[in-house]
């Protein structure tokens, strides 16, 4: 977890499963890869605060940072969405994918910081393992700083997000990469196969493994 993105008591662990709900067999009975995911709980009304809502990230500070944002080709993830929490907060009620970065916008050249966020659509299926869901191509993209105009109600593609982003200055770089959730609504259920440009994080109880996608 990176605790300065946590509020609340939230939980981001690895586990093993989940396995599927009854009745679901095959491969959407099973984690996509090994044994294991990331199990994801956050509260929608527990803290003091306003919104009283929980928010965790689960994620990686060091290897990525210095990256080019501009280098992201590949970003997504399969997740396993239940019934209870579209109940919670409708079919979008998703776990989402953040990048800290600095956005070097020649406009805004003292803004240093943004979260570049993807909000996928609903899952394909509920109460168990979905496919891969791409992150280029599905959802859609915003930066929280607004130093573009793909702001949270612009709600840009992924092409776009990276166009607003190439304005012939400095590039932009990657501070972290997270899988994250909050703060909105109530959201119990794992994520497993991140995946980021050529490298795909299987998520096992006894750690992180990489798998080079060929």
């Given at each position: 977890m990176i605790t300065r993105n946590t509020i609340g008591s939230p939980v981001a662990a690895l586990r093993t499963g989940p396995y599927g709900s009854f009745g679901v067999t095959g491969s959407s009975a099973r984690p996509p890869y090994g044994k294991g995911s990331l199990g994801i709980e956050v509260a929608d009304s527990s803290t003091s605060l306003t919104p009283p809502a929980e928010k965790v990230d689960f994620g990686n500070?060091?290897?990525?940072?210095?990256?080019?944002?501009?280098?992201?080709?590949?970003?997504?993830?399969?997740v396993f969405q239940t019934g209870e929490n579209v109940d919670y907060g409708g079919t979008k009620?998703?776990?989402?994918?953040?990048?800290?970065i600095?956005?070097?916008?020649?406009a805004h050249p003292t803004d240093t910081y943004s979260t570049l966020v993807w909000v996928p659509d609903a899952a394909p299926v509920t109460n168990r393992w979905s496919g891969y869901i791409d992150a280029t191509t599905t959802g859609y993209w915003f930066l929280t700083g607004g130093e573009t105009a793909c702001d949270q109600a612009a709600q840009c593609t992924f092409t776009q997000l990276k166009a607003s982003l190439n304005d012939g200055g400095a590039v932009p770089t990657i501070y972290s990469a997270a899988v994250g959730k909050g703060r909105d609504h109530m959201w119990i259920g794992a994520v497993d196969g991140l995946r980021i440009n050529q490298y795909v994080y299987d998520f096992e109880a006894d750690g992180v493994k990489v798998r080079r996608v060929v």
């Open positions: 500070e060091v290897d990525f940072f210095g990256d080019p944002v501009l280098g992201l080709n590949k970003v997504g993830f399969h009620n998703m776990p989402n994918i953040r990048f800290e600095n956005p070097n916008v020649s």
